[in-house]
């Protein structure tokens, strides 16, 4: 007899969310690829006005690296994008730093439908303590989703004002 594993039991999260958008694959790996392009869209842009951004490593694609320090809501972190694949993926390491310490990986995957780009989101992360603790009151789904489905909303309007 076989027994799966609850939610509560695996070692590992998994937040997803998909759309299509009514924009070449092009015009939206681009927005993905280059982390100044983030602030047309990302869902955390607002949360703090103050928000203090470094960039460094190449403009965009595999070793660009994107650090953010803001306020209690914003927090500190570092993303790096360790994979990249014209057009159709976009791989994130994800540290957070503030307000607790998690390490992550964000993949994007842009699949071509009938000239539109279908965006595949996903995040991944072990379930530290942290995440375990506060998965007692809200799963990760529920605290992350939201914001994934509000960036791709932005994420739709910022590809389509884009040139293909």
Same mark, same amino acid.
């Not at 403009?59 to 803001?70: F, K, N, P």
């Not at 607790?100 to 439908?113: A, I």
């Given at each position: 007899?076989?027994?799966?594993?609850?939610?509560?039991?695996?070692?590992?999260?998994?937040?997803?969310?998909?759309?299509?958008?009514?924009?070449?694959?092009?015009?939206?790996?681009?927005?993905?690829?280059?982390?100044?392009?983030?602030?047309?869209?990302?869902?955390?842009?607002?949360?703090?006005?103050?928000?203090?951004?470094?960039?460094?490593?190449? $403009?965009?694609?595999?070793?660009? /690296?994107?650090?953010? +320090? !803001?306020?209690?809501?914003?927090?500190?972190?570092? %993303?790096?994008?360790?994979?990249?694949?014209?057009?159709?993926?976009?791989?994130?390491?994800?540290?957070?730093?503030?307000?607790?310490?998690?390490?992550?990986?964000?993949?994007?995957?842009?699949?071509?439908? $009938?000239?539109?780009?279908?965006? /595949?989101?996903?995040? +991944? !992360?072990?379930?530290?303590?942290?995440?375990?603790? %506060?998965?007692?009151?809200?799963?990760?789904?529920?605290?992350?989703?939201?914001?994934?489905?509000?960036?791709?909303?932005?994420?739709?309007?910022?590809?389509?004002?884009?040139?293909?």
């Amino acid at each position: 007899m076989t027994r799966r594993m609850s939610e509560a039991e695996k070692a590992e999260f998994e937040v997803v969310r998909e759309t299509t958008l009514a924009a070449s694959r092009a015009a939206v790996y681009a927005l993905l690829v280059d982390f100044h392009e983030w602030r047309k869209w990302s869902p955390w842009e607002d949360i703090d006005p103050q928000l203090s951004r470094t960039y460094s490593g190449p $403009d965009a694609g595999i070793g660009a /690296t994107y650090q953010w +320090v !803001g306020n209690r809501k914003a927090g500190a972190g570092r %993303m790096e994008i360790t994979d990249a694949v014209e057009p159709s993926k976009v791989q994130i390491a994800l540290q957070f730093l503030k307000p607790f310490k998690s390490s992550n990986t964000t993949t994007f995957e842009l699949v071509e439908r $009938d000239g539109e780009t279908h965006v /595949t989101w996903r995040m +991944v !992360g072990p379930k530290t303590f942290m995440v375990r603790f %506060m998965g007692v009151f809200m799963s990760m789904d529920k605290m992350v989703g939201k914001d994934f489905d509000k960036g791709l909303e932005r994420l739709r309007a910022a590809a389509i004002g884009t040139p293909s």
